[in-house]
Each structure stands twice: as structure tokens, then as C-alpha cells.
């Protein structure tokens, strides 16, 4: 078991910029790729950032592409989504996730966070 807790998201405008946490306490964070997550009103949950285990592969879609970074401090069993030039359409909520296995992303993620809520104004 690993617990996920996130913090970091707030209100910012158009243009601005934030750093997204998550905090992994329980079984050894090392074994577990993890993942960040968005969900807006009326939309389905959409992957933004992957990385695996070792934090040397990352993955985004398009959609985030150049403008996020997905990063992870093992010592500190905590990872990071920094997240640049935000867009109004990038309000939702964030989640964490995490899952054991040494891929870059997975198809199933078996421990999720609370979720941070999102909001960029135009």
C-alpha cells in the first residue's frame, strides 16, 4: 500500500505557473512509476504526466506538451508537476497516482491522492 497526498493548486490567471506535489508515504515510492491526472466538470479524466520508477522516462500528451514537467525526488518519496504558461482549459482537478512497475505509464493506476483543485482565469 502507498498513501498519495497532494498539494500545491490554486487560483491563477492566464500565463502563470504552478508547482504541484505529491507526497507518498507506505511501501518504498522507488518501485513506483507515477502519474498526474486531470478531471474538468463534465469531462473525463485525462492523463497530463507520466514517469517511471527510476525517473529517467517521462510521458505527456500533446495537449501538455512543453508547457508541463513531470519530476520525482525518491529521497523525498514525493513527485512534482510543474505546470507553465497555464491556460483557462487546463482547470480541473489534479490527481496523483502511483502504480508498481517499472514502465513509464500504465494502464492501471492502483493508488490515487485526494486531488487539487486546479483554476486558471482568463
Known amino acids: 500500500q502507498v498513501q498519495l497526498v497532494e498539494s500545491g493548486g490554486g487560483l491563477v490567471q492566464a500565463g502563470g505557473s504552478l508547482r504541484l506535489s505529491c507526497v507518498a508515504s507506505?511501501?518504498?515510492?522507488?518501485?513506483?512509476?507515477v502519474a498526474w491526472f486531470r478531471r474538468a466538470p463534465g469531462k473525463e479524466r485525462e492523463l497530463v504526466a507520466a514517469?517511471?520508477?527510476?525517473?529517467?522516462?517521462?510521458y505527456y500528451p500533446d495537449s501538455v506538451k512543453g508547457r508541463f514537467t513531470i519530476s520525482r525526488d525518491n529521497a523525498k518519496n514525493t513527485a512534482y508537476l510543474q505546470m507553465n504558461s497555464l491556460k483557462p482549459e487546463d482547470t480541473a482537478v489534479y490527481y496523483c497516482?502511483?502504480?508498481?512497475?517499472?514502465?513509464?505509464?500504465?494502464?492501471?493506476?492502483?493508488?490515487w491522492g485526494q486531488g487539487t483543485q486546479v483554476t486558471v482565469s482568463a
Open positions: 507506505g511501501r518504498s515510492f522507488i518501485r513506483y512509476g
Open positions: 497516482a502511483a502504480q508498481e512497475s517499472r514502465a513509464t505509464w500504465s494502464i492501471v493506476y492502483n493508488y
Open positions: 514517469i517511471n520508477a527510476s525517473g529517467t522516462s517521462t
